[in-house]
């Protein structure tokens, strides 16, 4: 199973969707970035998953499905655009490995994401809850414009939420280390229940389930 995390990639033609200039591009299967760390700052600075035509200069993200793997912090993500049968048997062979834990996600943001979570050494699940939560400061606002987004960031020993909307754009809600720690605590039961050792998509859905069914318990 070792040799499924080691990095890898393949070499796959592409066209230019502007100019039609040919591209020979280096798409990764396998990104790991205990073995390869420089991976990891081309994928925080939105360098690994683009496509750039150096012809007409045109840029656009690339996203396909990959594994992300790092092996010090005992996580392995897997990016699936598209989730199909050839994608299922890869996970599936993956899920074989026990002791690290899972995640799936189906987007870049998303991905880079859950890196800085790991990074941070917080818990993704108890982030998406903390998410759910913060709605109710965002609802005057989603009355006249559309939620995007909500993601987790950070500056330093700073936490926040960045949060997007269609009209007004980004906006910012901070996050302390008391109430993160607050609502670790509080739902520390609730979440080992809704817990795997499989890949899990860990996002504000999985979230919303945990609060509605124990909305009573805890109010």
């Not at 943001?109 to 109710?136: F, S, T, W």
């Not at 330093?156 to 607050?182: A, H, M, S, W």
Request: with cysteine.
């Amino acid at each position: 199973m070792e040799g499924k995390r080691l990095t890898s990639y393949a070499m796959e033609e592409l066209e230019c969707p502007k100019c039609g200039h040919k591209h020979s591009l280096k798409k990764y299967k396998v990104i790991n970035v205990t073995e390869k760390a420089k991976l990891k700052e081309e994928i925080m600075k939105n360098r690994l998953y683009q496509f750039s035509c150096e012809e007409c200069e045109y840029m656009a993200p690339l996203t396909y499905d990959s594994l992300y793997v790092d092996s010090r912090k005992n996580i392995m993500i897997y990016m699936a655009p598209v989730m199909n049968a050839e994608i299922k048997v890869k996970i599936a062979e993956l899920e074989q490995e026990k002791g690290i834990d899972k995640r799936l996600v189906d987007n870049i943001n998303d991905l880079k994401e859950k890196i800085m979570i790991v990074d941070n050494h917080l818990d993704d699940r108890v982030i998406e809850i903390i998410k759910i939560m913060y709605l109710d400061q965002i609802k005057k606002e989603m009355e006249d414009d559309t939620l995007l987004n909500i993601l987790f960031d950070y500056n330093r020993d700073n936490y926040c939420f960045l949060v997007f909307f269609q009209k007004k754009g980004i906006g910012k809600i901070p996050l302390t280390r008391e109430f993160y720690r607050q609502v670790e605590d509080k739902y520390k039961e609730a979440i080992k229940e809704h817990s795997t050792d499989g890949f899990m998509k860990i996002d504000m859905e999985w979230a919303g389930k945990i609060l509605f069914k124990n909305h009573n318990k805890f109010n």
